[in-house]
């Protein structure tokens, strides 16, 4: 069974639109990040949250908002979205003491038209 | 500044023979060094890890071989498979939780 579930695999959005790519993991972690992937740049950390509380922000724009409505959840939403936000952006966990060992999720490959 | 680089960009060995994937960082705060593998259409998976108190970590077929004063390292694949072929991400963390990660190493093994 996955231990860590993102969902939907695939999304196709237009330019202006909101969407949410979610992540559930069932690993027992308490840590959680955003990750970004795409073709001109190597894997990008995004966001850090600890007990549901955000840890660390490396993303400029404010149109990316985590959301963690339990400890074991951590959405994405995205607003506004623009053609350069086309990438596959992954989840990923780690347990408390072990921030640095992170799991990942099979990641949500979103392109936006 | 790209904080971790990886070569080659791809690699082709034949079955059986070893691969050496390199890696260099700048930051000489990093601390913790993961592998990952990649496989097309799924997530990065954890291969092995080592810490910057070691200078070499033996997993299997896998070893990484580290260098601190020259901040590099390489993973070693002995008697590659097929089945290795993958995309390999060396990465770096300064014991916190943010990971940064090099462009990857394409490999491909050829029976």
């Known amino acids: 069974d996955p231990k860590i579930i993102q969902k939907p695999k695939y999304l196709v959005a237009v330019t202006g639109s909101e969407k949410i790519l979610i992540c559930e993991q069932y690993?027992?972690?308490?840590?959680m990040y955003w990750y970004r992937q795409s073709a001109k740049k190597p894997l990008e950390f995004m966001f850090s949250?600890?007990?549901?509380?955000?840890?660390d922000n490396q993303t400029a724009s404010s149109r990316f908002q985590p959301q963690s409505s339990k400890k074991n959840h951590l959405d994405l939403q995205i607003t506004a979205l623009k053609p350069d936000d086309s990438a596959t952006y992954f989840c990923?966990?780690?347990?408390?003491?072990?921030?640095?060992?992170?799991?990942f999720g099979p990641g949500t490959r979103l392109l936006v038209l | 500044q790209q904080q971790v680089r990886q070569s080659p960009q791809s690699l082709t060995v034949w079955e059986g023979e070893t691969a050496i994937l390199n890696c260099s960082y700048e930051?000489?705060?990093?601390?913790?060094f993961p592998w990952y593998q990649q496989f097309p259409g799924e997530g990065p998976a954890l291969l092995i890890s080592i810490r910057s108190v070691s200078d070499k970590k033996e997993d299997g077929r896998f070893t990484i071989f580290f260098n601190k004063r020259e901040k590099k390292l390489s993973l070693h694949i002995t008697d590659s498979q097929p089945g290795d072929s993958a995309t390999y991400f060396c990465a770096a963390s300064a014991s916190n939780n943010r990971i940064f990660f090099g462009d990857g190493t394409q490999l491909v093994v050829k029976p």
């Open positions: 690993l027992g972690h308490n840590a």
């Open positions: 949250y600890s007990y549901q509380k955000l840890m």
């Open positions: 990923a966990s780690s347990q408390p003491g072990l921030e640095d060992t992170q799991y």
């Open positions: 930051d000489s705060t990093f601390n913790y």
